[in-house]
């Protein structure tokens, strides 16, 4: 058996107190294509298939397909509608979604809205699966502030392998609160999935796990390796959202060129944060604007993770075509962001649940507090409505990106700092860096019931570093 510094085989801590782990692996030439050649797709817009007064109804089927990711190449996959990644959903706050999933995989999946403040029997927990032939209606009640959120599987022990074969896609929750602020939109606001894959030399996708990490040497935006996209010389609104099993990207353009962050996994930041790189750990979401004004036609700008060499350093390029009437805005103020810790009860009365994260390396399985997930436990009573704080502590050599279901949270400190700007805003993802211990702030409000929070690091989420919550009443 390998020993524990051996499997973890894990960097340093990296700037601004993280480690980005896992450490890159040498990175192949991209098989095949040149860099650059093929056209950064969006992801087709789900219709309704029907719109009542205060709801709108989907269908969702998952299936096998075949597609083309590598250019010229065919890749089996499993999608939701066959697509990778799958459809995009557009919601509004306030006006209910029901998404009816039918499953025609020969096996049992589901769905979970990421993010998503939502009914415990709607939120995709990873024991309520939908088996083959069966289908299943999700009601998300949409009553939280605009965000980019994300849908994937949330099968217990197969998550990782799931994701990895095609099964999430983007649900952008919009509200009119944003929309009166000008900033960039329709055209001009583009998401951007990050997922890095590896490749047989056939094209199939070649799922390689161990418990500590699935990296691929080829990071597709949107289901295609190093696309570029052509831009007019204006701002845009950038959507990027880790959709990766395992790899973290500290992402830049080229040129050093500036960053405006607007928002983070749950929205809207209070006010626009100017950046030159940005760190996003798996399931993170940063929307940022760009703009490339003064730029001179023919211009290109590059998307780089600067944590990785070749391709997979070269995200997607930006051809700036011309100059472009530019009515957008970033406004100075984005969205009031009540304070939970000012709703914390003073000192001691405060409740506080302590998560402490690690690996069995006998059992070489990942826990918190010492266990694997087990979905008959409940390991944290939570009170409905009440602010309690979670102290998550880290004292593993690897860095664990934390989520929570059914609410957004805020991060209180840092190791005893207060967090950087881009950690101010709604969270639902928040990592927790070797030896570090954050300390968050949630309120679960309006549902009762049992939810998990795990590590978003999906092999670790699936070997089993996931537990149970219960908000009661
Ligand atoms: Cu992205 Cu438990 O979820
Ligand atoms: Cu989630
Ligand atoms: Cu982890």
Not at 5 to 29: F, I
Request: include cysteine.
């Amino acid at each position: 058996m390998l020993t524990r510094r051996e499997l973890l085989g894990v960097g340093a801590a990296a700037g601004a107190g993280l480690a980005l782990s896992p450490r890159v692996r040498p990175v192949r030439a991209s098989p095949g294509p040149a860099a650059f050649s093929v056209p950064l797709p969006l992801p087709p817009v789900l219709r309704p298939v029907r719109r009542g007064a205060t709801t709108d109804f989907y269908e969702l089927t998952t299936r096998r397909a075949s597609v083309e990711l590598l250019p010229g190449r065919r890749t089996a996959v499993w999608g939701y509608q066959g697509a990778f990644p799958g459809p995009t959903i557009e919601a509004v706050r306030g006006r209910r979604v029901v998404v009816r999933h039918r499953n025609r995989l020969p096996f049992a999946v589901n769905t979970h809205l990421h993010g998503a403040h939502v009914a415990a029997e709607h939120d995709g927990h990873p024991r309520d699966l939908i088996g083959p032939g069966e289908h299943r209606d999700y009601v998300f009640d949409n009553d939280q502030p605009a965000a980019t959120l994300w849908y994937h599987d949330h099968t217990h022990h197969r998550t990782s392998r799931h994701l990895y074969m095609g099964l999430a896609g983007l649900y952008l929750l919009h509200d009119p609160a944003e929309r009166a602020l000008g900033l960039p939109s329709g055209p001009f606001d583009l998401p951007l999935i990050l997922q890095d894959r590896s490749f047989t030399a056939s094209g199939a996708l070649r799922y390689q796990p161990d418990r500590f990490s699935v990296l691929g040497e080829v990071v597709l935006v949107n289901g295609r390796p190093q696309p570029f996209v052509a831009v007019g010389a204006r701002r845009y609104r950038l959507r990027l959202v880790n959709a990766s099993n395992s790899r973290a990207y500290r992402l830049r353009l080229s040129g050093g060129r500036p960053l405006t962050q607007i928002a983070s996994d749950g929205g809207l930041l209070a006010r626009p944060h100017r950046v030159t790189e940005l760190i996003l750990w798996p399931a993170e979401r940063a929307d940022v604007v760009v703009d490339f004004a003064g730029l001179a036609a023919g211009t290109q700008v590059v998307l780089e993770n600067a944590d990785a060499a070749g391709a997979a350093g070269r995200l997607l390029r930006f051809d700036v075509t011309g100059p472009a009437p530019d009515p957008s805005r970033v406004p100075e103020r984005l969205a009031e962001i009540p304070s939970l810790r000012a709703a914390l009860p003073a000192g001691a009365a405060a409740v506080v649940h302590t998560s402490r994260l690690g690996l069995d390396v006998v059992a070489q399985q990942w826990e918190i507090n010492g266990r694997p997930f087990d979905s008959r436990r409940v390991d944290a009573r939570v009170r409905r409505g009440r602010p309690e704080v979670w102290r998550l502590v880290n004292r593993d050599r690897m860095t664990h990106p934390m989520h929570f279901h059914n609410h957004p949270f805020q991060v209180l400190d840092r190791n005893g700092r207060p967090p950087p700007p881009r950690e101010r805003g709604w969270k639902d993802t928040v990592a927790v860096g070797p030896r570090e211990t954050v300390r968050i702030v949630v309120r679960f409000d309006r549902y009762l019931g049992r939810y998990v929070y795990h590590c978003h690091s999906l092999p670790h989420e699936d070997h089993a570093m996931m537990a149970q919550l219960e908000v009661v009443a």
